[in-house]
């Protein structure tokens, strides 16, 4: 990729919420996970946070053909004391 490509792909993929190929054996871990597309990096990966993966902050280098956008997930918000 040309630093054009990796730009407009940056600015494509930059804060979507995207689930991943569960069935490609090295991302299985987060399958059932949403996660949330942090930048694009100069090889053209997907730097990938995931929402609720065992309250983990790292960021993970994904290559964009393994990845799906979905919609932003539903807040998790807490039921009200009753």
Same mark, same amino acid.
């Given at each position: 990729?040309?630093?054009?490509?990796? =730009? *407009?792909? #940056?600015? =494509?993929?930059?804060?979507?919420?995207?689930?991943?190929?569960?069935? #490609? &054996?090295?991302?299985? *871990?987060?399958? /059932?996970?949403? /996660?949330?597309? +942090?930048?694009?990096?100069?090889? $053209? #990966?997907?730097?990938? =946070?995931?929402?609720?993966?065992? *309250?983990?902050? /790292?960021?993970?280098? %994904?290559?964009?053909?393994?990845? +799906?956008?979905?919609? +932003? &997930?539903?807040?998790? %918000?807490?039921?009200? &004391? $009753?």
């Amino acid at each position: 990729m040309t630093g054009d490509q990796i =730009e *407009r792909t #940056r600015r =494509e993929y930059t804060d979507q919420y995207v689930v991943v190929d569960a069935r #490609r &054996p090295e991302l299985a *871990r987060f399958d /059932g996970y949403v /996660g949330q597309v +942090k930048t694009v990096n100069m090889n $053209g #990966r997907a730097l990938v =946070e995931f929402l609720d993966y065992h *309250r983990n902050v /790292g960021w993970y280098d %994904i290559e964009l053909d393994y990845l +799906k956008v979905v919609d +932003k &997930p539903a807040a998790n %918000i807490p039921p009200a &004391p $009753g």
